[in-house]
């Protein structure tokens, strides 16, 4: 059985313009294109669409995507293998909605006190359900720091990672501070705090000025890491971006 693309839009709630750009890019071209120059799609291109779809919800560019596609063999296993990461990241989405639940939870009772002040009992429970260690999962294309910024992690007690993640919460809070100055990115405070954030990240493994670039490009593109910064101030995300682009262009070369 075909389905013209108007149908296939209908089904997926993808637009068929979004569709036509797949076809342009080579990431789904139709099952065949009829003589009135309509696309129809079949079962398989309906499979392959369902993963390029998952695969943009788990943040995946299209260019990573398409990678993923033309270098998996079986149908199946990929399923698989997607599966897995849907399981993983309804785990994470599970944990940031307790950690925003608790701080709902805190704030109110702070209102019921009578009082404006705002009481959080551990600071860096704002942001679990945004750890370093899953976000760099995000870093895709650079599997080596990755790999090595995972083992740290896994090596590490829990009390650790907790001064882990309170040092990095620290670092976001000073840089925000900066950034309130009026400073620019590149200015020699500001990037001393970059240095220092920098050397947090060595621990696993030195980046090298490509891999900390994307890193800063994932402070903005990366809806998880964008929420983390902005939730500390609205434009850090992109002050963090252009810093590490300043950093890695005068440190790093």
Same mark, same amino acid.
């Given at each position: 059985?075909?389905?013209?693309?108007?149908?296939? $839009?209908?089904?997926?709630?993808?637009?068929?313009?979004?569709?036509?750009?797949?076809?342009?890019?080579?990431?789904?071209?139709?099952?065949?294109?009829?003589?009135?120059?309509?696309?129809?799609?079949?079962?398989?291109?309906?499979?392959?669409?369902?993963?390029?779809?998952?695969? &943009?919800?788990?943040?995946?560019?299209? /260019?990573?995507?398409?990678?993923?596609?033309?270098?998996?063999?079986?149908?199946?296993? $990929?399923?698989?293998?997607?599966?897995?990461?849907?399981?993983?990241? +309804?785990?994470?989405?599970?944990?940031?909605?307790?950690?925003?639940?608790?701080?709902?939870?805190?704030?109110?009772?702070?209102?019921?006190?009578?009082?404006?002040?705002?009481?959080?009992?551990? /600071? #860096?429970?704002?942001?679990?359900?945004?750890?370093?260690?899953? =976000?760099?999962?995000?870093?895709?294309?650079?599997?080596?720091?990755?790999?090595?910024?995972?083992?740290?992690?896994?090596?590490?007690?829990?009390?650790?990672? #907790?001064?882990?993640?309170?040092? &990095?919460?620290?670092?976001?809070?000073?840089?925000? #501070?900066?950034? $309130?100055?009026?400073? /620019?990115?590149?200015?020699?405070?500001?990037?001393?705090?970059?240095?220092?954030? @920098?050397?947090?990240?060595?621990?696993? +493994?030195?980046?090298?000025? #490509?891999? @900390?670039?994307?890193?800063?490009? =994932? =402070?903005?593109?990366?809806?998880?890491?964008?929420?983390? @910064?902005?939730?500390?101030?609205?434009?850090?995300?992109? @002050?963090?971006?252009?810093?590490?682009?300043?950093?890695?262009?005068?440190?790093?070369?």
């Amino acid at each position: 059985m075909a389905w013209p693309i108007a149908e296939v $839009a209908r089904m997926s709630g993808v637009t068929a313009r979004t569709l036509r750009h797949y076809d342009e890019i080579d990431l789904l071209p139709p099952a065949w294109i009829g003589t009135n120059g309509h696309r129809y799609y079949e079962e398989r291109q309906l499979l392959r669409l369902q993963q390029v779809l998952v695969l &943009r919800a788990l943040g995946l560019g299209l /260019p990573e995507i398409r990678r993923i596609l033309a270098a998996q063999v079986d149908e199946l296993q $990929a399923l698989r293998g997607h599966y897995r990461r849907l399981l993983a990241e +309804r785990d994470r989405l599970d944990a940031l909605a307790g950690t925003v639940a608790r701080t709902i939870a805190e704030l109110e009772q702070s209102r019921k006190d009578g009082t404006d002040m705002i009481s959080i009992s551990r /600071p #860096e429970n704002l942001f679990e359900g945004i750890r370093s260690a899953q =976000c760099i999962k995000a870093l895709h294309g650079f599997p080596e720091l990755v790999g090595a910024v995972e083992r740290r992690t896994a090596a590490l007690s829990r009390a650790e990672v #907790e001064a882990d993640e309170r040092e &990095r919460t620290a670092q976001m809070v000073r840089l925000a #501070e900066l950034m $309130a100055t009026g400073l /620019p990115a590149d200015a020699d405070a500001v990037q001393a705090e970059i240095g220092a954030q @920098y050397r947090t990240l060595a621990r696993s +493994r030195a980046a090298t000025a #490509e891999e @900390y670039r994307a890193i800063g490009r =994932c =402070c903005v593109e990366n809806e998880h890491w964008r929420a983390a @910064y902005e939730a500390i101030a609205p434009g850090l995300a992109a @002050y963090q971006r252009a810093a590490i682009e300043a950093y890695a262009a005068t440190r790093l070369g």
